[in-house]
């Protein structure tokens, strides 16, 4: 059973607009979460990450909000650029931090349009 | 700035061969990762080590070993590859606060 869901394989969003990326979580345990960034032929490059002590966190044009309640998480990219098209992984770790390693959703592909 | 590195971006190997896979980091961190990234599956773990000599099985542990000799270095062993072993590998060591740095990856292909 998958874990961490990333529902949208792909996603279109004009240049200069609002990109939102969305992930999903079903493991109560999970209390850190990370977005990578991924492109072809490359390893993910890490993006923000948020603990579950707080519900948003910024960095530059990269916003990740965590609904705990609603056990969902979301990434704003404002404005979008063409150099943010690339594959999108959410990812989550329980108690420890990481430690026994994360748990990663399937992606979602950014295209940004321009 | 963390820096790991691969051995290999791209390799090619005969099902049946030993296969190395070897990651180097340069941060001192404990925590190393091997994960396998196929296309709809998204990064799936294989096995990770915490310290030197220690180690342990991720989720997809079958048909892999690793190697934790010295602190730098993670190597990923595929004792006889198999054709449903071609994928991306990617190695990545972890920060003191959680984030986990990656590699370039190696895209093993097995024929």
């Known amino acids: 059973d998958q874990q961490v869901k990333q529902n949208s394989p792909s996603l279109s969003v004009q240049e200069g607009r609002i990109s939102i990326l969305n992930c999903d979580y079903t493991n109560s345990m999970f209390d850190y979460f990370l977005w990578y960034k991924k492109y072809p032929a490359e390893g993910p490059t890490f993006l923000i990450s948020?603990?579950?002590?707080?519900d948003k966190n910024e960095d530059g044009r990269f916003t990740v909000f965590l609904n705990k309640s609603a056990k969902h998480l979301s990434l704003h990219i404002v404005p979008s650029q063409p150099g943010d098209s690339a594959v999108y992984f959410c990812a989550a770790s329980a108690a420890g931090g990481g430690a026994d390693g994360l748990t990663f959703g399937k992606g979602t592909h950014l295209i940004i349009q321009p | 700035d963390v820096k790991v590195t691969q051995s290999s971006r791209y390799l090619v190997k005969r099902t049946g061969e030993k296969v190395f896979l070897e990651c180097v980091q340069d941060m001192d961190h404990e925590n190393m990762f091997w994960y396998r990234q196929d296309p709809g599956l998204g990064l799936r773990l294989i096995y990770f080590s915490y310290d030197v000599k220690m180690k342990e099985k991720g989720d997809i542990p079958e048909g892999y070993s690793v190697s934790r000799e010295k602190k730098e270095r993670f190597s990923l062993i595929l004792e006889s590859a198999s054709t449903n072993q071609t994928s991306m590998y990617l190695c990545?060591?972890?920060?003191?606060?959680?984030?986990?740095?990656f590699g370039p990856g190696t895209r093993l292909t097995v024929t």
């Open positions: 990545a060591s972890r920060t003191n606060t959680g984030e986990q740095y």
């Open positions: 948020i603990s579950s002590i707080k």
